[in-house]
């Protein structure tokens, strides 16, 4: 028997590569009544409606029109455990750890705590249009569980790990070099490749670990090469001036995880803001990621991600959330608040960009631009509804468009999930 053939009929954009200016027609593909033919979670198909409608005459046709299918979003940084911790007031980084964040996250020892948040943090997730993530867990294994055993449910494409941490933190977030080098063979073990799931090794920045757990983390990175490795660098001046104290042999902030072989192109660093020149030639050598957090870093008021000066370098920068200090899930307010960040240094995000930026963009920064973050026949049919008039503000707003650019512009300055008609994983609806 044949799987069941779903046919989306709407307004198909989808890229192949990073848009160079407003006019670079040839990094997309615009198909104005369009479709793509889904079955067993996969694109079979994307093309005009007309001919795919008469190539697979049996399928059920789903009409989006006029709203626009495009690939699921991909937020590259944020944290799970932090689903309460959001809209905390009143501190900047290290404070608004201590004060909010670690007492939250001492909850996540307790499975069905962690359970219960990892169902609440995937809804929001998919509501929002995001259908691949990398996020932090806790450190309590239970919490990593939870996450991997909620995506493997909804068979989502998701990325994560438990945060290493052993000192600088309460009593009940700490594991030590062994405990957390056992726990993460044992989670890769369990989730990594398996399914739609992949394990990122994850010490949550140096502050909060050991020389000792460094070397146990680089220890799992060498075992595990095709596994991701994620964790922060330079979010904030205390922050920067407090790792220099613990590892006083370190060159720079960057040198504490390149000297324990933690520094490849598998590696997230989450903020990657305030950094030496010698920092930005070895993320440009390694091909390590930056990941810009234009949400949180306003939050936090940590500073201004210079998007422009990495990629001149010749630097793949992802865009993510980091919820909790950022205070959107919606990529699309993500973007709103990164074009602001980007103004202030007189720096320009153009439309086509940044949707380019979470969709293939994210995707190729994982390296599964052949897997997520196109429409491209043969990927996965992760797949968002974009709806332009959702709101009555946009409405009037969109009387004024004319073009595709000034249609994604208004989607990226005042959309969110109100402008999220429908968000498919792996071909299913998950709004219902
Ligand atoms: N640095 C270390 N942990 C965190 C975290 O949870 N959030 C942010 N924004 N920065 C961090
Ligand atoms: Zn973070």
Redesign the pocket.
């Known amino acids: 028997m044949t799987a069941k053939q779903t046919l989306l009929r709407g307004r198909v954009l989808t890229f192949t590569a990073e848009p160079q200016g407003a006019e670079d027609t040839s990094a997309y593909e615009f198909i104005e009544d369009g479709a793509l033919l889904v079955a067993d979670g996969t694109i079979l198909a994307k093309g005009n409606y007309g001919d795919l409608a008469v190539q697979a005459a049996q399928a059920e046709v789903i009409d989006h029109r006029p709203n626009i299918l495009m690939a699921g979003f991909i937020d590259t940084h944020l ?1 799970f455990p ?1 689903v309460q911790v959001v809209a905390s007031w009143g501190s900047q ?1 290290l404070e608004w ?1 201590n004060n909010y ?1 670690f007492p939250e996250e001492t909850r996540f020892a307790d499975a069905s705590h962690s359970a219960k948040m990892a169902g609440h943090f995937l809804d929001l997730l998919t509501s929002h249009g995001t259908t691949t993530a990398v996020a ?1 867990c806790s450190v309590h294994k239970a919490s990593a569980e939870a996450y991997f055993n909620e995506a493997a449910q909804r068979n989502m494409r998701m990325i994560g790990g438990k945060v290493l941490m052993d000192r600088n933190a309460p009593e009940g977030l700490l594991d030590t070099p062994v405990s957390g080098y056992d726990d993460t063979k044992a989670l890769i073990a369990k989730y990594h490749g398996k399914g739609r799931g992949l394990y990122a090794v994850t010490p ?2 140096a502050i ?1 670990s050991t020389p000792d757990q460094m070397e146990m983390a680089g220890a799992l990175v060498k075992e595990h090469p095709d596994c991701y490795v994620q964790t ?1 660098l330079s ?1 904030n001046h205390d ?1 920067i001036a407090f790792t220099a104290e613990l590892y006083p042999q370190a060159r720079d902030y960057l040198d504490v995880y390149q000297s324990y072989g933690l520094l490849t192109e598998k590696m997230l660093l ?2 990657s803001i305030h950094l030496q020149p010698r920092e930005i030639d070895a993320l440009a050598e390694t091909k390590a990621k930056p990941v810009f ?1 234009p949400t ?1 870093n306003l939050f ?1 008021g940590s500073g201004l991600f210079d998007d422009a000066g990495l990629r001149a370098r010749g630097i793949t920068n992802a865009i993510a959330t ?1 919820i909790g ?1 950022g205070t959107s899930y919606s990529m699309l307010q993500t973007l709103n608040e990164g074009y602001k960040v980007l103004q202030l240094q007189n720096q320009k995000l153009h439309p086509l960009r940044a949707f380019h930026w979470i969709t293939r963009g994210n995707a190729a920064a994982l390296g599964l631009d052949d897997k997520i973050g196109t429409l491209e026949a043969g990927t996965e049919a992760d797949i968002v509804v974009l709806d332009s008039r959702a709101t009555p503000a946009m409405e009037l707003r969109m009387q004024r468009a004319e073009t595709l650019s000034e249609e994604l512009f208004i989607l990226q300055t005042l959309g969110d999930d109100r402008s999220i008609a429908q968000t498919y994983v792996a071909g299913k609806p998950m709004k219902v």
């Open positions: 944290h932090q980084l750890l964040t932090y949550r920045f909060t922060h979010e922050e989450g903020h957090c949180s936090l980091d200090a």
